[in-house]
């Protein structure tokens, strides 16, 4: 297992500051096989202790830490392109027909259509329920917000200098600052905006060449990102590596993390269709 350092962060309580030690334990808590998947890409987490699995085929599955599957759909495949809503519903693309679905109670209904955007990654944001979407067309991307009903009220392709943000959003996230945090593999880099669709900055690693994956944010704002050939990187708000909390000596091709409310860290990789579940943090 990774050796993880403590972290000091700043915690406001009412008006007043309290510093705290953050302390990173990654003890393993439990082990996942999930049934009918090949691999697991891409882990969504319900409140119920319910998750869906996707692996790059066509498989979409839910499933309980006992292993049920609960529930199964044939998609046309991808990489970070399902989320759970704050009310318990799937969301997913099917990138095939360019249309978003919903799932509400066992009933799969058309969300939204993106038009001739091939829709790649999704997020429904824990901040207002907005569903934040990451797309290509034709040498272009761009993520796009839609509200709950799924109207589309933002689009973010470039920045102020009008340069082309993204060339690849396939995972996607929200930070508790509202920024958006993308993983873009044709990048090479995780490209993080603000939540007016500014610039903020874009990491792309230190070692060797940067193949980001899976992405989520912590309570405090942490950024961590799987890096596919090399390791999870546990990066600060503003894009600072802090440090890594897998190596490849740890984990074989990591490609999903996302982390429940009570600081569980949840782990997929690309060969297997195993998920590790692990105690993420607790203060000191």
Known sequence: MASCKPLKVQMVRG??????????????LAEFRVPNV???????LEKSNKFW?????DSLVQTNPEGAVLNRIRTSGGEGYHTV????????????????NKITEDKIKKFTKTGD???????????NGDILVGMIREGEAKVTRYNRTGREIQNIQKDNNGETLYVHPHYITENINGDICTSD????????????????FSY?????????YGICTDTVGHILVCDYKEAVYLLDQDGHFLQHIFTKKDLV????????DKNNLYMGNAVTEIVKMYKYLHWV
């Open 38 to 44: 090949c691999n697991a890409f891409h882990v969504s």
């Open 117 to 127: 955007w091939e829709p790649l990654s999704i997020h429904s944001s824990r901040i």
């Open 85 to 100: 809503t704050d009310e318990e519903n799937l969301i997913y693309a099917d990138r095939m027909m360019n249309v978003i």
């Open 53 to 57: 699995i996707s692996d790059t085929v």
């Open 185 to 200: 593999i044709g990048k090479q880099a995780v490209v993080v905006v603000d939540r007016l669709g500014n610039y903020r």
């Open 204 to 212: 792309e690693g230190y070692e060797s060449i940067f193949s980001p």
């Open 15 to 28: 008006r007043e500051g309290t510093e705290c030690t953050l302390a990173l334990s990654l003890r393993t």
């Open 253 to 260: 091709f990591p490609c999903s993390v996302c982390l429940d």
